[in-house]
């Protein structure tokens, strides 16, 4: 885990393999961002026109290495693009500062110590700098450890100490922010991680095992429903779903609670630690990713521990869905009924509409104990990626305002996503001869056809929001500002920021 200290040390005489400073796009030429007065200095004033004369324009996640000035103890400047010069006496957007301290911790993968002399003018931009540095200083290489030459095989390795330089390590408002960050930022890492696990050793069990060891080490309470009680308490979704899997499905709950609580906010999460398809089974090309299809519960365990780790005045109940979909001769067929937690009867027409039985389950029961809100997390479609690419989550509710109130924040942590309508006139596609629903409906618009399926499951007078986060999930293409190939730990910053919000009241 890479640490993070704030500190007032001057550029010159800091011990570090590297300074980090920002540069903006002018309007003609590249131009220095604030907080790297001292180098620029010691480059006689001439930093903006080294760095254009070395090619750099100033565009976002452009990065330009040059030796240090004479004099320094650090020898490497990194000179990061934060985009476009803001508008007159505008600050920098806490994004453009989190994507462009992540870019510069990537391109120092490796080294040692950088210290990020990036512009910080309040305690929002120490936490934009922090996250995007700890967010971009990971890697995941646990399995890059066979063959003879073991060390020359792994990646290389994440930057291990951060400096924020310009901060005040006695400011209280500083300090909360760094605290924050680090809380936020190693949970979200530890999604990150879940989400690469192969599925050969990440199933619902070893899951389940995680949750138990974290709930131990932050004091949450979990509680393991393994296959007899699932089957005990009538969970037909979750073993409908893992009944085709050598591995048997778990319901895990983790309870964070605080004395100082006024809300209780529920958490459902899709974990599917691999989806197959079933007997509905996924052609080469659609599967080899699948592995990602936990990262729902990955967020919500990641938000949850989160949430205790703050201390915040909430109650945060998670729950982890956790099934493996796979084909074989105990698995659901298509034509199959299910009888759901809830009581209703589910016909599965397409065993790979299985994220939203093993939700349906866990929906109803999250609903049993009244929480002031349910928002759940699922890569649960396909179309959801065709709607909105790969860098932008659905929302849908129950509730217009709280819809609203999910995706502001969701902007305000930096994440990407988009209201999405829930139309009453597509249920009808999932009429169902035998049961009281079919898993599936029309194609088009088969995004809002899962989130109009999930909304039969939740209690009445409930408040419900639902993340399909299919797109940004799992990053396939290369990596680019804080965000990794692969886990991305979508959904996480804004759980957080949810509980946070319903702590302190402002949340509806
Ligand atoms: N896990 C998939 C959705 C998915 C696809 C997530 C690609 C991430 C990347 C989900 O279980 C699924 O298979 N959905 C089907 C539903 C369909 C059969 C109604 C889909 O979207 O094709
Ligand atoms: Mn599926
Ligand atoms: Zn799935």
């Not at 300090?175 to 989400?195: F, H, M, P, S, W």
């Not at 659901?332 to 994220?355: F, H, I, Q």
């Not at 909105?388 to 942590?413: K, P, Q, W």
Request: glycine fraction near 12%; include cysteine; charged fraction near 20%.
């Amino acid at each position: 885990m890479t640490a993070l200290t704030l500190s007032t040390a001057a550029a010159p005489g800091l011990r570090a393999d590297a300074i980090v400073v920002g540069v903006a796009k002018g309007a003609k030429a590249p131009v220095v961002a604030p907080g790297a007065e001292a180098v620029d200095k010691a480059y006689d004033g001439k930093l903006a026109g080294v760095l254009e004369t070395l090619g750099a324009s100033g565009a976002e996640g452009e990065v330009t290495k040059l030796p240090a000035p004479s004099g320094f103890k650090a020898p490497l400047v990194v000179a990061v693009g934060l985009g476009a010069v803001p508008e007159k006496d505008a600050a920098f957007e806490a994004e453009a500062l989190r994507r462009a301290a992540g870019a510069a911790a990537r391109a120092l993968a490796g080294s040692k110590k950088a210290a990020f002399a990036l512009p910080i003018a309040d305690a929002g931009d120490v936490a934009a700098v922090a996250e995007g540095a700890l967010l971009g200083s990971y890697s995941f290489d646990t399995y890059k450890e066979n063959g003879k030459d073991a060390k020359a095989k792994k990646g290389k390795a994440p930057l291990a100490e951060v400096a924020l330089l310009g901060t005040k390590p006695r400011d209280r408002a500083h300090k909360a922010a760094a605290e924050r960050a680090t809380a936020v930022t190693e949970e979200l890492n530890r999604a990150r991680d879940l989400i690469n696990m192969p599925p050969n050793d990440l199933n619902p069990e070893a899951f389940a095992a995680v949750a138990q060891a974290a709930g131990k080490e932050h004091g949450l309470k979990v509680q393991v429903l393994d296959e007899k009680a699932l089957e005990k308490g009538g969970y037909g979704g979750i073993l409908g779903v893992g009944a085709g899997s050598a591995s048997a499905p778990r319901l895990v709950k983790l309870s964070y609670t605080s004395s100082k609580a006024k809300k209780h906010l529920a958490f459902v999460g899709k974990g599917i630690t691999y989806d197959s398809g079933g007997i509905s089974l996924k052609p080469a090309g659609h599967n080899e990713t699948m592995k990602c299809d936990m990262s729902g519960a990955a967020a919500v365990f990641a938000a949850v521990v989160a949430a205790a780790r703050l201390g915040l005045e909430v109650d945060v109940t998670g729950w982890l869905a956790l099934a493996e979909n796979m084909p074989s001769g105990s698995a659901t067929r298509p034509g199959d009924v299910l009888r759901m937690y809830s009581g209703k009867t589910v016909e599965v027409l397409n065993t790979d509409a299985e994220g939203r039985l093993v939700l349906a389950d866990a929906l109803a029961r999250a609903s049993e104990e009244k929480p002031d809100a349910i928002v759940d997390v699922a890569t649960l479609t396909g179309a959801m990626m065709l709607a909105l690419g790969n860098r932008t989550f659905g929302i849908m509710a129950n509730d217009d305002a709280f819809r609203s109130a999910v995706h502001e924040a969701a902007e305000e942590v930096g994440e990407g996503a988009w209201p999405m309508p829930l139309p009453d006139h597509l249920r009808k596609g999932m009429d169902s001869p035998t049961a009281d629903i079919a898993n599936m409906g029309e194609r088009y618009g088969g995004g809002l056809v899962a989130g109009l399926f999930l909304k039969e499951f939740v209690g009445e007078g409930i408040t419900w929001a639902h993340l399909d986060i299919a797109g940004p999930a799992y990053n396939e293409s290369g990596p680019f500002g804080y965000t990794p190939k692969g886990g991305t730990g979508s959904a996480v910053r804004t759980l957080v920021r949810l509980a946070e919000l319903a702590a302190s009241g402002d949340l509806g």
